[in-house]
């Protein structure tokens, strides 16, 4: 594959991203607004002090892309293809991330706030210092998932799937956990409320004598 000539871009404004992105693979110190980008494929792209307000991103793949201080607000990035992204000191507010694919994805310094992202897949991600805030969460994938100083505050956890990710010192208290899938080993060092906590005795092989 021919790779993209990169270009710094210093204006404060792009218009039609989606041309841009099929030219250059860089961009920095810009903010996109209201954009639609319609079916990018862009691997290895890079993006530097970006702001993305009202933009959605359709059939997308930004596989081993490099964010570093970027804000989404109030965007669309459902189905997006992030396999392996590397996502730095980056915020999410109010964004939709549904059946997103963050597989191997590296995050670090990220909040994801009142964003709704059910079936999203972040098996054998890296989170250190990574917050969720108010997020949808349901049916998400987890699993293999290394977790450094990472907090989930009054998330929707419905249904997700732990399995084989150390939970140990993941405050749970304030969220949705039923039906949330793990093994015994997972839940070693969680925290839950003491109701959240009787749902694991069958996990954990005790019976409850009437």
Partial sequence: MIEKPKFKNDLNTLSNITEYLTQYDYIEDSTINNEYIDNVILESGEFFRCKFNNTTFFVCNLEKAY???CIFTNCDLSNIDFTNVSLKKCIFIDCKLNNANLNTSYLDNVSFKDCIM??????????KNTEFINCDMTHSLLSEVKLKNVSFNNCNLLE???????????????????????????????????????????ILGIKIKD
């Fill in 67 to 69: 964010f570093c201080d």
């Fill in 118 to 127: 059910r079936d999203t897949t972040f098996y054998d991600a890296n989170f």
């Fill in 160 to 202: 997700c799937d732990f399995v084989k990710t150390k939970l140990s010192e993941i405050d749970f208290t304030t969220c949705i956990i039923d039906g949330i899938i793990l093994t015994q080993n997972d839940l070693k060092g969680a925290i839950f409320t003491t109701t959240q906590a009787v749902s694991f005795l069958k």
